[in-house]
């Protein structure tokens, strides 16, 4: 029996890693096919929300819609919740994510676009009773249930696949209806956009996913993140190492900060020390070399990868998985975690400070 099998039924953060396979081979991409033909004809999407329920779903979505062709035809962006309430959002599409349903600042936010009459807004959630649910003008409920862990994973995971069944869905619009706003669009076209190819490639993921998730880390890499100070995350601006980042701070309670891009080289470096650990998430291939050089041969800090292909460093190679690689990075990061918070004694489902809702609603 590998570690993750024999922690099941322990631990519920656990549980819920692994629930979250199951939500991805069942997941149905028409679900949001009304609300991907609104988004369509408004042209405009802010993508909002706080802590996990923004960080990796929104710029998840984010990252997919620029590599695409329909990224010209669509404005979108993420910001939270209070940044959101200084900006004038009439003719934005406005798309919320809370698992609870009860973030204080989605619900200041949402309480402002009632007060305006603004009904181009969707609320994505986990509660059947969510306070946002009584704001918006839409209501999507998770499949993925209320989380028992404070860190979470399964209703990130789900969030994430809502929002790229949108991003899927307005590319099948874009083909079908090249011109926003065109009245001879062909609406008599299969609602169900989760195609053969789309039901296949979820199946994929998740059978790669419970694969990743399974492995038994390395003693070293384990022993590595348990005794580090603190844990700098560096990768792309696409929410993955963002959001391992903040999971590593919920899950090990050692200090975690997120490096975009190329951050790592251009002044952090003079705070970072031997008892301190990199992990590079999707490393950028030129800057390997150079990483190595002056991180590891130079200053001897230990640097680690997650990465679909080898590195010069030690590296949790994953899967590669076009247009899901972001999702085996989550888990493989979670793996990880988990194994480095059980080695020093934590349990990961009693937290000393963090709260479930961070913020709730009062």
Same mark, same amino acid.
């Given at each position: ?29 028409? &679900? ?15 993508? %909002?929300?706080?802590?996990?329920? &923004? ?22 962006? =993420? ?23 009860? =973030? ?8 402002? /676009?009632? +007060? ?8 994505? =959630? ?7 649910? +009584?704001?918006?003008?839409? =209501? ?7 989380e028992n862990a404070v860190a979470a994973t399964k ?6 696949? %809502?929002? /790229? ?36 490639? /979820?199946?994929? /993921?998740?059978?790669?996913? &419970? ?24 990768? &792309? ?28 080289? #251009?002044?952090? +470096? ?28 130079? #200053? ?63």
């Amino acid at each position: 029996m590998n570690f993750s099998e024999s922690q099941y039924n322990r631990y519920s953060l656990v549980r819920e890693m692994f629930d979250s396979l199951e939500l991805i081979s069942s997941f149905d991409f028409s &679900r949001t096919y009304k609300i991907s033909r609104k988004i369509w004809d408004v042209g405009k999407l802010l993508l %909002t929300g706080e802590g996990s329920s &923004r960080i990796f779903p929104a710029k998840n979505f984010l990252y997919q819609l620029r590599k695409s062709l329909i990224s010209a035809k669509l404005n979108a962006v =993420t910001e939270g919740c209070y940044q959101s309430l200084e900006y004038d959002l009439a003719d934005w599409y406005v798309i919320a994510a809370s698992n609870s349903g009860q =973030t204080g600042e989605a619900v200041e936010l949402y309480k402002h /676009l009632q +007060e305006l009459n603004h009904c181009n807004n969707f609320v994505v =959630t986990a509660s059947e009773n969510a306070k946002l649910s +009584e704001l918006a003008a839409q =209501t999507l409920v998770l499949k993925c249930g209320a989380e028992n862990a404070v860190a979470a994973t399964k209703s990130v995971i789900e969030q994430a696949l %809502t929002y /790229l069944s949108i991003f899927y869905n307005l590319k099948e619009i874009a083909e079908d209806c090249p011109k926003k706003n065109q009245n001879n669009c062909n609406d008599n076209k299969s609602k169900d956009t989760k195609s053969e190819e789309l039901r296949v490639k /979820l199946e994929k /993921l998740s059978v790669l996913g &419970r694969q990743v998730l399974s492995v038994k880390r390395d003693s070293n890499l384990v022993e590595l993140i348990a005794n580090a100070n603190t844990l700098f995350v560096a990768g &792309r601006n696409d929410g993955a190492a963002e959001e391992l980042a903040l999971k590593a701070t919920e899950i090990t309670r050692k200090r975690s900060i997120y490096l975009e891009g190329t951050f790592l080289l #251009h002044g952090i +470096e003079e705070i970072i020390s031997e008892n301190d650990v990199v992990i590079l998430v999707e490393p950028f291939m030129p800057i390997c070399k150079k990483i190595q050089e002056l991180f590891v041969e130079k #200053h001897n800090i230990s640097v680690i990868s997650i990465s679909k292909f080898p590195t010069p460093f030690p590296t949790i190679q994953i899967p590669e998985l076009s247009d899901y690689d972001q999702f085996l990075q989550l888990f493989a990061g979670w793996n990880l975690l988990v194994e480095a918070a059980l080695h020093v004694g934590i349990n990961p489902d009693k937290p000393i400070r963090a709260r479930k809702i961070g913020n709730k609603f009062e």
